[in-house]
């Protein structure tokens, strides 16, 4: 089965921080997504990326930036936390590809205060 | 460019109760339809997905989808809800040949009283 993983379930940080927030598979898929949820709103997509050191950016890339070192990891950072960054972040993988099953890591509950 | 409609935000049944929750996309091309459901907290998880062949699609968890190409829908549908079966439900479309992107849908949510 693949697996995604994300660094925390639950993170509080307070205005102006740094965060990173981490992901990872384990099935060598080329592709990679930050999605921010909220209610009402869907799933939004901040970044994707389709191969190592390769990001695109996708529907609310403001106030966000990735790093993808290796193929397995994905970082979403936020370079100053902001309140209305306050939301559910979910990673996901796929093979390559729109066509192709995503896999969703059990995401990221993030408060800022 | 692709597009989702889920035109229920919530859908409220009882236990033992069919449903079925709309999907309407915009695709002109064949598209590469899915089904995630997201249990309270959550990532989401695949149900099922149509890319070819037999329009009606058998997924897990005792749902199915059919694919209505006329319509430009694909609806899923269970015969008997259970009360964990109350989650978010989302449809998405993907498309072949080098996007890597699927649009999802805003989501319905699924209430199942006992």
């Known amino acids: 089965d693949v697996k995604v993983t994300q660094s925390s379930r639950y993170l509080v940080k307070r205005t102006g921080e740094k965060v990173f927030l981490e992901c990872v598979q384990d099935?060598?898929?080329?592709?990679m997504f930050w999605y921010r949820q909220d209610p009402g709103l869907g799933l939004r997509l901040i970044y994707f990326?389709?191969?190592?050191?390769?990001?695109e950016k996708g529907d609310i890339p403001e106030g966000y930036s990735v790093s993808r070192e290796k193929k397995e990891r994905f970082s979403l950072i936020l370079e100053s936390a902001s309140t209305n960054q306050t939301s559910m972040y979910l990673c996901?993988?796929?093979?390559?590809?729109?066509?192709?099953?995503?896999?969703f890591g059990p995401g990221t509950r993030l408060l800022v205060l | 460019a692709q597009s989702v409609t889920q035109p229920d935000i919530h859908i409220t049944v009882s236990e033992g109760a069919s449903l079925e929750l709309r999907c309407n996309y915009s695709y002109g091309a064949t598209p590469y339809l899915f089904w995630y459901v997201q249990s309270p907290g959550q990532g989401l998880q695949l149900l099922l997905k149509y890319f070819s062949g037999d329009t009606l699609v058998q997924g897990i968890k005792g749902f199915e989808a059919e694919f209505k190409r006329s319509q430009s829908s694909f609806n899923l549908r269970k015969p008997s809800v259970h009360w964990s079966d109350a989650a978010e439900y989302f449809c998405?479309?993907?498309?072949?040949?080098?996007?890597?992107?699927?649009?999802f849908g805003r989501g319905t949510s699924l209430i199942v009283h006992p």
């Open positions: 099935m060598d898929h080329e592709n």
């Open positions: 990326s389709y191969d190592v050191k390769m990001k």
């Open positions: 996901a993988s796929s093979l390559s590809g729109g066509a192709e099953t995503q896999y």
């Open positions: 998405a479309v993907g498309a072949a040949g080098g996007s890597y992107i699927p649009t």
